[in-house]
């Protein structure tokens, strides 16, 4: 093929043909740089078997690139001006099919049910709606296998550190709680169209077997009541949480594990946060 639609060029006439206007409330910032699009989908290591889940095709970019490679993509595209220009640029694909709407009301486990397959999320995500997209993917994590997107840098870095570390956040917790995530490349702000404020980083998240001895309705609670007050001591925030505990239980269980009732959130590891939900459950 002649004409690829990461180039400019191509991306201006698709524009100009469709008048097309970019929607900033929409996170639209399409790829143009076509060794960007090629190193994304090699490092998600797409095979010839997988079914892919995309979300936000815009014009297609890397949408065709995925499926030269995947058995399947399933496109789910919120803007109804880009779903009818995909229904152009996409036509000579019989490996794609362009779901219109939000990715937050998809039924995901419909899309699994037409392959019995897990799906391989590939995506460049819309910015303003990164953490609500990525908690979705992670409540419905039955249906997914591995999920690679590109994301803010910024947001990659807070989602992959490490306890101890001023980035360290309820969203890195919750994150590596579920799955192992990790950096696989940084992108800079110049391959997009319109270029963003930000660079962005491409992140790959493992995801994990559920653990049916964690009481997830007691961790994510925990871990958000602790990090929305990082500067109280890991007690005092527990004690004014909604967690219906005394202090005194509280301390008990926690020098039970052997933690400091004075270590703040950013100071408890993954590990810590989930043994403190089952004593909390046990209590
Ligand atoms: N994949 C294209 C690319 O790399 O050039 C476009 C990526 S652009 C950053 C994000 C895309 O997600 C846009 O096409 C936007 O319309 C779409 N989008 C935004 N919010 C969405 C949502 N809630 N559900 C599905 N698509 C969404």
Known sequence: MSKRLYQPSYVQEILQKYDFY???SLGQNFLIDGNIVGDIVEK????????????????GVLTEELSSKAKFVYSVEIDKNAVEILKDTLKDYDNIEIIPGDILKTDLKKIYEKNHQKLKVVANLPYYVTTPILAYLMEHKDDISQITVMIQKEVAQRIVSEKDSKQYSSLSVFLQYHSDPRILMDVPRTVFMPKPNVDSAVLELKLKEKRSDVPEDILFPLVRTAFNQRRKTILNSMTSGDLNLSKEELRDILKNLGIS???????????DFINIAKGIAND
């Not at 998600?44 to 014009?59: A, F, R």
């Not at 009732?261 to 590990?271: G, I, M, Q």
């Open 22 to 24: 970019f929607k900033k």
């Open 44 to 59: 998600s290591g797409i095979q010839e078997d997988d079914v892919v889940l995309e979300i936000g095709p815009g014009i």
């Open 261 to 271: 009732p004075k270590a703040r959130a950013e100071n408890l590891s993954v590990e």
